[in-house]
């Protein structure tokens, strides 16, 4: 019996890809962080440190495939209680966050930083991926 290494190389190929997906999909509900307040991250702009009152969204493994989204996909701040918003990037791949009515734009997101903005206006605002256009989420920020 002769073995076709090509086609081995592709099933093991698949498998692997198989399982990532498996291990994506396990976390990518998660609307926990593994970012903590106070802590130091790279930002798109230098280093930061996430303030104490800072809403923390995810950008978690295996983001970009259509089960993947910003976890949590929606958040609500009040201002001058807690408006200040960081995204982090626990994926493997550059992803960004775009308001799209274009109040922000964190450029590129390397893996492992975050990019923070804070919020002055009370109002409803959607940003998404401009990478991964499944990738999307809403700001919902209430008046104190």
Do not use: R
Request: hydrophobic share 40%.
């Amino acid at each position: 019996m002769q073995l076709n290494y090509g086609l081995v190389g592709i099933v093991v190929f698949v498998l692997i890809f198989a399982v990532y997906l498996y291990a994506s999909t396990a976390t990518a509900g998660t609307t926990t962080s593994t970012q903590s307040t106070g802590q130091t991250v790279t930002g798109t702009s230098g280093t930061f440190s996430i303030p104490a009152n800072a809403v923390v969204v995810d950008i978690p493994p295996g983001g970009g495939y259509e089960f993947s989204q910003y976890a949590p996909a929606q958040v609500t701040v009040i201002i001058g209680v807690n408006n200040t918003v960081v995204w982090t990037n626990h994926d493997v791949i550059i992803h960004n966050v775009i308001a799209n009515n274009g109040l922000f734009s964190s450029g590129d997101i390397a893996p492992g930083a975050a990019f923070s903005y804070t919020f002055t206006t009370a109002g409803t605002y959607s940003y998404h991926c401009s990478y991964h256009s499944i990738m999307a989420g809403v700001v919902i920020v209430k008046s104190s």
